[in-house]
């Protein structure tokens, strides 16, 4: 019997971080944890640039101008966004400007167009703009050499858009972790099969498929195992070569169908720990065959969904580096009770919202999922209190 | 020029939610909104079970039993987790029983194996167990008829496993919206493309994509446009028969570039709204050609950002019928200032956590991508005052 952090610790401990990286387009990289700093090679803006429509001249030549006292300015070019005025403004010239445009050379200011009589040849000026007004300086968002995002950064819109304005068309990220998933039980059924009596259907393997899914790793490979140690043994030796991690749920317990004891001897593998105190999911297992971590979760839903959350996602936060997947624990006040005989450290499935939580209006029986939906944290009940109660402040980890 | 919540409503009221459904495998199904009431079948469990190793027995027949004291019990049977033991229990017989299997007729509780001799054709129980104790009662977790996930919801890991659990493999969810992103501008070139002078890179569509795949759903087209009115009127009417919405980007201004007001002339669009009451953004440009819905959203990036969230996120929430698209405001007390003078309603990207909220250190300049990194809200600056201070309550729009 370990206690959780130790046992966090051991998982943790055993798993690398997967250095490996791959190049991937960026509409597939939101997500993922890019593995090099993104560094501007040229300056953004990359040229002093317009931010209206109008005419660029040099402010001193605009001193002292009104509507009455207009300045009649001679036009030489004009340039819409993408071109480029190859000459320089001289004093008493103008360049007809389009947002977006590069001011030209010899120019520090924009004349906005409604302050002018929109002349071609020549044009009239209403207004006075000093040097630097209705300018976007080159470098104004970042400049050459800046480190934009930084390795290690998981991709959202946003820094996908960083990377699309650096002209990167494709982002280097690390590798996913390759996670197999196994669940165990002659009782259950695959989903869309008949039930036959006794049996019920198989939720774990879906669960931790569902939310590993959720937290954007799809498992590679997600089966079902029947109660056989051998045979679940030759299921997890055919996943080893390309698994991170393997996770299986069920035979942790001490029954003759417990067979996951059976398994780690066939395989010769080493048994980190079996037995965590905490509720619900105690008898989780763990172990570890040709370099890669086993965890075995409970049977029992609540408490393989639990011990997902407990113990296996930091691990898979190690391994991919991506730090959305540690579970973050902060305190939080009880709305809502539960009395309940202390003793054992417990977890128990609730709904978090600035600084409150609650409890599901349902039973807390280990096993049933329904009271589960909308939860998004669990609340720690420590082992030398009664329950909770409305009031007080509790730890809670959230999913 | 409209205000912001009346452009809000304008576009939620041009689109429909779209009632077409289509079946998902379970592993497909994570955030897609379920399109019918998942109903119980069968009780769950779908029969008493036990939730231990050990002797089904009646409990009457345990009564002041102890270890000084034990009770002979003729073990008539023997049943494993998924399958059923056909007789029934009568007084002072008893059936050994794993975990998981369905507590045979006549017993009302288990014994839990470590309180007898484990023996075989007869066993010596340690111990009195009133009924109905370890002892899981048929439909513990949900009864038949019951519903379990309401039409609506938006599928999690813990809604898959209890649709896998009712002995679903696919769930009915409504058709995602088909959304079509159209960048325009002369002067952006696509990342990978080299950049030749006067050119930026095309950031404006990265972002929408990046932002679309990061809440769920991929364009089915998103491209760029040259800054010509026929051709981007061609672009539209190419997209239209399959979009249920159409973004663009960029050309809504009021410059000689500022396309779109020439495109929806050539399309014969029904313009629903010109400029929105808000910085920054405001150019924004609604129409509606062949029943779909654009929205023409400014070329400057953050306006297109911050635009993006405030107006098409609800549009998007009302197509898919997921509430985790409309955008939620909530009050909280700002960490840092921003004096900036008033008249116009102002949306500022900032981090907010438990209730407060911080703006980033970067500069808010509009076009500033790289100021948005982390920020997970818009803090809205009302009309009539100079910016906000520290400690001022705020409206904070999340992302």
Known sequence: MVQLEEAQEVLKNTVHFIEETEKVVLSNAIGRVLAADAVAKVDQPPFPRSPLD???????????????????????????????????????????????APIPDGADTVIRQEWTD?????????????????????????????????????????????????????????????????????????????????????????????????????????????????????????????????????????????????????????????????????????????????????????????NFELLVRGVIGKLSGNPRWNMDKKKAVMQTGFPKKGGVRRFLRAYHEDGNVWLPAGKHVSGVFSSMIGCNCLVEVPEDKDGVMKGDSVWIHLL
Chains 1, 2 share one sequence.
């Open 54 to 100: 109008g005419y660029a001249v040099r402010g001193s030549d605009t001193k002292g101008l009104t509507k009455e006292y207009p300045g009649t300015f001679r036009v030489i070019g004009k340039i819409y966004a993408g071109e480029v005025f190859e000459g320089i403004i001289e004093r008493g010239e103008a360049v007809r400007i389009m947002t977006g």
């Open 118 to 306: 929109y002349g071609e040849d020549e044009v009239r000026i209403y207004a006075e703009s000093k040097p630097y007004q209705n300018y976007c300086c080159q470098g104004e968002d970042y400049k050459k050499g800046d480190i934009l995002l930084k390795k290690g950064t998981v991709l959202d819109g946003i820094s996908i858009a960083i990377l699309a304005s650096l002209g990167m068309k494709e982002a280097e990220v690390y590798r996913l972790p390759n996670i197999a998933v196994i669940s165990t039980g002659d009782e259950v059924v695959q989903p869309g099969e008949p039930l036959k009596s006794g049996k019920i259907y198989d939720s774990n393997l879906h669960l931790l498929y569902g939310r590993l899914a959720e937290i954007g790793i799809r498992p590679y490979a997600s089966v079902h195992s029947k109660d056989s140690a051998p045979h679940m043994a030759e299921t997890i030796k055919s996943f080893v070569d390309q698994a991170d991690l393997i996770i299986t749920t069920g035979g942790v317990s001490v029954g003759e169908k417990d067979i996951m004891h059976e398994v780690a001897e066939l395989l010769g593998a080493e048994k980190l720990f079996w037995r965590v105190d905490l509720k619900p999911g105690a008898p989780t297992l763990s172990m570890v065959f040709e370099n890669t971590l086993i965890i075995c979760l409970s049977g029992n839903p609540f408490g393989a969904a639990a």
